[in-house]
C-alpha cells in the first residue's frame, strides 16, 4: 500500500481549498490501480471540516504554536516517523508545514520551488514555480495530479448528512420554517470587515422586499454581538452558532449567503450555496469563492489588494454600498 500525507494545517478557508486535491489524489490513485492510504495533518481549528471525511483515512490533528506544545508535537512527529509515508505533500508551503514536512521523514517529500518562508528546503522532491495570481484550488490541484495523474473538474467532497439534520432541528427551535439567507459578518483581519450597520440594513431590505428570515452565525465569541445585531434587525433575522459541518449544511439549505472574505465563504462555496462575497484587501481571483454563480462585490480601487490586516482608512471596504450589495442579489 502507497502511504501518502497531505500536509495542510491552516486556515479553514486554505484546507477547504485543498479539498478538491485529495479528491484528485484519491482518483487518480484507484484509476491507476494503486492502493493508497491518505492521512492529513491539519492543525485543531480547521479539524472540523475534515473528520469522517470517506477520502481520508486518519485526520491527524496537531496543536498550534511549538513553545506550549512542544512535547505533544514531538510525540506526533515520531509516530508520523514510524509511518514511513511514501509521499508527503506540503500544500502550505510555510516555515511551520515545512518543518512538519522535514519531520516526517518521508520518502518523497514534495511541494512547489517557490514555497515561501524557505519551506522549501525541507523537500526533496519540487514542482516547478506555481503562478500567484492563480486560484488557490488550482495550484493545490497541480501538486496533486502531478503525482496522481488525476484530471478533471475540481470536486467538493463532503459529508453533511449528520450536520443537516442538526442544522435543520436549530432553525426549528428558532423559529425559521421558510426560506432565509446567511450573513457571515465576521474575518479575521480588521481590514476585511463591512459595517454592521450595513449588514442590519441590507437585512431589513431583503427581509421587507423577498419575505426571507436572515440567519447570523459566527462562533463561540462572536454569537454575543450577532444577537444584538439580530435585535436590531428586528422580526425575521435570528442567531445561532454552528459547527465547521453545520455551516456547510445552513450554506446548502439558505437562498444565499451574504459574506466577507472568510473561512465560512469558502465551505458556503465547495458545499454548493450561492453567494454574495464582499472583497477590499485580497484578490478574489486568487482566493475568492472557486465555482460558478457567485458573485464578487469589490471596488477595484487602485490600492486594493494590498493584502494588509490594518488600514487607517479602509475605502475598499467602506467604499461597499447597501445597494451595491442589492444589486448582486439580483445577479444571482
Not at 442544522?167 to 459595517?195: C, H, I, N, Y
Request: include cysteine; hydrophobic fraction near 45%.
Amino acid at each position: 500500500m502507497m502511504k501518502v500525507l497531505i500536509v495542510k494545517l491552516s486556515s479553514i478557508g486554505d484546507v477547504v481549498h485543498t479539498l478538491p486535491a485529495l479528491d484528485a489524489l484519491d482518483a487518480g490513485f484507484k484509476r491507476k490501480g494503486i492502493k493508497a492510504r491518505i492521512d492529513w495533518l491539519v492543525e485543531e481549528a480547521a479539524s472540523g471540516m475534515l473528520a469522517g471525511h470517506p477520502q481520508i483515512d486518519e485526520v491527524i490533528v496537531v496543536k498550534r504554536g511549538w513553545g506550549k506544545n512542544l512535547f505533544a508535537n514531538l510525540r506526533t512527529a515520531k509516530a508520523l516517523r514510524e509511518r514511513s509515508y511514501d509521499l508527503v505533500l506540503d500544500f502550505q508551503g510555510l516555515l511551520k508545514s515545512g518543518i512538519w514536512v522535514f519531520l516526517t521523514a518521508g520518502k518523497k517529500r514534495a511541494g512547489f520551488s517557490n514555497a515561501r518562508e524557505f519551506s522549501r528546503i525541507f523537500l526533496n522532491e519540487k514542482l516547478p514555480p506555481y503562478d500567484i495570481e492563480r486560484h488557490a484550488v488550482d495550484r493545490y490541484l497541480d501538486l496533486a495530479r502531478h503525482f496522481s495523474g488525476g484530471t478533471g473538474e475540481a470536486r467538493f467532497t463532503l459529508d453533511l448528512a449528520g450536520a443537516e439534520r442538526s442544522v435543520e432541528k436549530k432553525l426549528k427551535d428558532s423559529g425559521v420554517s421558510g426560506p432565509f439567507f446567511v450573513m457571515v459578518t465576521r474575518a479575521r483581519w480588521a481590514t476585511k470587515l463591512w459595517q454592521d450597520e450595513r449588514f442590519i440594513e441590507l437585512a431589513k431590505r431583503v427581509i421587507a422586499e423577498r419575505k426571507l428570515k436572515a440567519v447570523l452565525t459566527g462562533g463561540p465569541s462572536e454569537l454575543s454581538a450577532l444577537a444584538g445585531m439580530s435585535k436590531a434587525i428586528g422580526d425575521g433575522a435570528v442567531t445561532f452558532g454552528t459547527s465547521l459541518k453545520e455551516f456547510a449544511a445552513l450554506s446548502v439549505l439558505s437562498s444565499f449567503v451574504v459574506t466577507v472574505d472568510s473561512g465560512p465563504m469558502h465551505i458556503a462555496a465547495a458545499a454548493g450555496a450561492k453567494v454574495v462575497a464582499l472583497f477590499g484587501p485580497t484578490a478574489p481571483w486568487r482566493t475568492g469563492p472557486y465555482g460558478k454563480g457567485h458573485v464578487v462585490v469589490r471596488k477595484g480601487l487602485e490600492c486594493s489588494p494590498c493584502f494588509k490586516r490594518d488600514c487607517p482608512d479602509p475605502r475598499c471596504m467602506d467604499g461597499i454600498t447597501v445597494d451595491d450589495v442589492v444589486k448582486a442579489l439580483q445577479k444571482i
